[in-house]
């Protein structure tokens, strides 16, 4: 949806460097946002895997999309590269369907608990990091498995 807006609504030519730059210093900052107040609001109300601070994750898709659509990815890549970008874009619905399931096995792990009892909140931010990208990795390796089956090729 909000590639589609962004599709319609602006004029591409129009974002120079200076604009683009701005672009990249807000999508950073709501990924550090949106780490930092996702960790502080988990580990204080130690509700892990209940939910999490996702109220940067418009602003930060929107970014990300301008970006893309500006620096127009797919031409300034090496075939290599882009082949790699491509597979896990095809990857991101099904990423966003099943990355509840590793993520619920990883913190309800006592290994990943372990790190919290005691630990300093700087400590708990770096794990909680750490575990997001391990998510991440987790799921897409199972979308991509998954996506070699007939009957969810077409789903995820």
Known sequence: LIGYYLEKQIDYSRINKKILLVILAINVLCVIASILLSSVYLIKNNAFGQQYVAMFAP??????????KKIN????????????????SSTTFGIYILHMIPMRILITSPEFLSFYDGSALAIKITVWALASIAIFFASFVAVYVLKKLPIFKKIL
């Open 59 to 68: 602003l930060h898709a929107a970014t990300l999309y301008l970006l893309a």
């Open 73 to 88: 990815l797919g031409s300034t890549l090496k075939e290599k590269k882009r082949n790699i970008l491509i597979g896990i």
